[in-house]
C-alpha cells in the first residue's frame, strides 16, 4: 500500500479579526511519519479540518495526492480528539456498522472488528453496549474503527490520551504496523515519547506559524543540539557557559549557549570551579520537551504531563 501525500501551501485561516493560522507551508511524503506539535489553540486542530475539508481556508491550498480533499476520494482515516460513538448501541454493532461505511463488506467488517478486540483486550465486552465501557475501552473501539479499512492515510488527534503506559504501548503498536503497511499517519500529541518513537519528522506551530520543521535531529540541532545532563546535589551556579532548564531530584538539565564547547568539558570545569557537588555529567541531545519549553515558555510545560487516566479508563 502506498501512502498518500500531503501539501500545504500558503494556507491562511482567519476567524473574524482573530488569525489562527498564518501563511503555514509544509509537505509529507507517502509513507511518512509526521508529527504536528504545539501548544493548545497553535492551529493544529485548525490545519487538520482545513485539510479534511470541514473548514474552507481563508487562503492557500491544502492538498491530499495533489487535490483538495472530497470525502468521495477516501482511504483516510481520521481519529478526531473528540470522539464520537454511538452509545446506546453494542460494540460489535457499532464497528461493524462503520465497517460497512468504510467500504467492507458485513461480514468482513464483522469478522474483523471481532478479530481486533480479542487483540486488544475487549473480546468480552463485544455485546456491551459502548456506554458501559470505560473512556479508554472506548478510545480502543474508535482507534479499531479508525483504521480497519487499512487507511493510506492515518490521521490521529491524541491517539492515546487517558490511556495507561501498557495501553498506550499497545495504541503505538497497531500506529506502527500501520506505518509498516506504507500508511502516511500525521500523529498529533503531547507526548514526546511518541513523537521519538514514531514520526520521521515534525512541525511545531506556534501562534499558527511554523517555529520549527524537519527531521528530529535537524530540529535538535537548531536549538542548539545537545544538553548536559547533570548529577547536583544542592543549587545551579550561575555561568554565561549555559541556561538552566530545570530539575528533576537531583538532576539538573543545563542549555549550552553558544560559547560552550561541543563535549561540556568547560560547563563541568565552570561547575567544579563555582563550588558545586558534581555527582554525574552527561551531554545527550536535547530532549524535545525542553524543545518544546523553548518555543512556547514554561506556562506550555502542563501540555507535555502525561495523562493521568481516570480509575478504569485504560481496561
Known amino acids: 500500500m502506498s501512502g498518500a501525500s500531503i501539501g500545504v501551501r500558503d494556507f491562511v485561516m482567519r476567524f473574524g479579526d482573530r488569525t489562527v493560522v498564518d501563511g503555514l507551508s509544509f509537505d509529507i511524503a507517502p ?7 504545539g501548544s493548545n489553540g497553535s492551529g493544529k486542530t485548525t490545519t487538520i479540518r482545513a485539510l479534511l475539508g470541514i473548514t474552507t481556508p481563508t487562503a492557500g491550498t491544502l492538498t491530499i495526492d495533489g487535490h483538495p480533499y472530497r470525502p468521495a476520494t477516501g482511504g483516510i482515516g481520521y481519529l478526531p480528539e473528540e470522539r464520537g460513538l454511538y452509545r446506546k448501541e453494542s460494540v460489535i454493532d457499532v464497528m461493524t456498522y462503520f465497517g460497512q461505511l468504510r467500504g467492507l463488506g458485513r461480514h468482513e467488517a464483522t469478522a474483523w472488528s471481532h ?6 483486550g475487549l473480546a468480552d465486552r463485544a455485546k456491551l453496549r459502548v456506554d458501559k ?19 493510506r492515510l492515518l490521521i490521529l488527534d491524541e491517539p492515546t490520551k487517558g490511556l495507561d503506559p501498557v495501553n498506550r504501548r499497545l ?3 497497531l500506529v506502527d504496523e500501520r506505518k509498516a503497511d506504507g500508511a502516511t499517519v ?3 500529541t503531547h507526548h514526546m515519547d511518541e513523537v521519538e518513537r514514531l514520526c520521521d519528522r515534525i512541525l511545531l506551530l506556534k501562534d499558527g506559524a511554523a517555529a520549527a520543521y524537519g527531521t528530529i535531529p535537524d530540529v535538535q540541532d537548531a536549538f542548539g543540539g545537545a544538553v548536559a545532563k547533570v548529577g547536583l546535589d544542592g543549587s545551579v551556579p550561575p555561568s554565561p557557559l549555559y541556561r538552566f532548564a530545570r530539575h528533576e531530584g537531583h538532576v539538573a538539565y543545563l542549555v549550552p549557549t553558544r560559547a560552550a564547547a561541543a563535549d561540556g ?5 565552570s561547575l567544579v570551579g563555582a563550588g558545586a557537588h558534581v555527582t554525574g555529567f552527561e551531554m545527550r541531545r536535547i530532549p524535545l520537551d525542553e524543545i518544546f519549553v523553548q518555543v512556547y515558555g514554561h506556562d506550555a510545560g502542563a501540555d507535555l504531563v502525561a495523562e493521568e487516566p481516570t480509575a478504569g479508563a485504560a481496561a
Open 171 to 173: 495504541l503505538l503498536d
Open 133 to 151: 465501557l470505560s473512556g479508554g475501552q472506548q478510545q480502543k473501539v474508535q482507534l479499531g474503527i479508525t483504521i480497519m479499512d487499512r487507511p
Open 265 to 269: 568539558s568547560d560547563i563541568l570545569a
Open 115 to 120: 478479530e481486533y478486540l480479542e487483540r486488544v
Open 186 to 188: 500525521i500523529l498529533v
Open 31 to 37: 509513507g511518512e511519519t509526521f508529527g504536528l506539535l
